[in-house]
């Protein structure tokens, strides 16, 4: 089993920027590639970055790209969601899950976190 646990979240003003973490623990987190996704209700679930087991290759939403940054510390069992230049419609609670596979954006991870709310002002 692997535990997942997100912080970082809150309130922000358009523009502004925050730093998500998500904490594992459980088994060897340098076995398990990493991906972020958000939701906001009545939505799908919806992928927003994904990092390998390294933290060599990354994959972004085309809705994120630029503004955001996975990265992982394997020391730490941390990953990382840098998001700078927010904007509204980046309002939804973020969760952080963990699949021994580099799943990417399919949605079919093994292990996922309680989720932390961000939530963007105009």
């Known amino acids: 089993q692997v535990q997942l646990a997100e912080s970082g979240g809150g309130l922000v003003q358009a523009g502004g920027s925050l730093r998500l973490s998500c904490a594992a623990s459980?088994?060897?987190?340098?076995?398990?590639?990493m991906g972020w996704f958000r939701q906001t209700p009545g939505k799908e679930r919806e992928f927003v970055a994904a990092i390998n087991w390294g933290g060599g290759s990354t994959i972004y939403a085309v809705a994120v790209k630029g503004r955001f940054t996975i990265s992982r510390d394997n020391a730490k069992n941390t990953v990382y969601l840098q998001m700078n230049s927010l904007k509204p419609e980046d309002t939804a609670v973020y969760f952080c899950?963990?699949?021994?596979?580099?799943?990417?954006?399919?949605?079919?991870?093994?292990?996922w976190g309680q989720g932390t709310r961000v939530t963007v002002s105009s």
């Open positions: 899950a963990a699949d021994r596979s580099f799943r990417g954006s399919d949605s079919r991870y093994d292990y």
């Open positions: 459980g088994r060897t987190f340098s076995n398990y590639a």
